[in-house]
């Protein structure tokens, strides 16, 4: 199944796409967009574009565990690409992925500009990789 994964900003969400066998995730395209019809519009053309099966988003959570606004906001973006799309939508706690994302970045050099350009989808890379991960132990324990 193609999964898209997203990881909602305020001024740039990052798109990353797994491979049909769900074994790796793969940055694709960073989107620059601060409305948010236009926003759902660009993905909604994304996930057509790349046949996407199912839309994994970036829940952010409080360390806690709680949700604030940004999750709130997620949720909403959430189900207006679940009534654009038809597909459906599954919601990953994001926690750490920017950091992880950044720790990435770091191993490899990138710097200045060219890491704000990319940031966003190396970190829906990362949300959408441990969804891929969290469907492969929930397989093997059923």
């Known amino acids: 199944m193609i999964i898209l ?20 995730a793969s940055p694709l395209t960073v989107v620059q967009e601060h409305n948010r019809e236009r926003l ?11 046949r996407a099966e199912l839309l994994a988003v970036g829940l952010p959570r409080n360390m806690d565990g709680t949700e604030g606004e940004s999750a709130q906001n997620a949720r909403e973006i ?3 690409l ?13 926690r750490g992925t920017t950091i992880t994302a950044h720790g990435y970045l770091n191993e490899t050099n990138i ?16 949300i959408l990789q441990n969804h891929l991960d969290a469907r492969r132990l929930r397989k093997r324990s059923l």
């Open 78 to 80: 959430g189900a207006l």
């Open 5 to 24: 994964g997203i990881d909602l900003g305020k001024a740039r969400t990052g798109v990353a796409i797994c491979d049909r066998g769900e074994l790796l």
């Open 40 to 50: 759902v519009e660009r993905l909604t053309a994304l996930a057509r574009e790349n």
């Open 111 to 126: 710097r200045g500009k060219r890491r704000k350009a990319v940031v966003d989808a190396v970190a829906a890379t990362v």
């Open 82 to 94: 679940e009534a654009a799309t038809g597909l459906p939508v599954e919601f990953v706690d994001e």
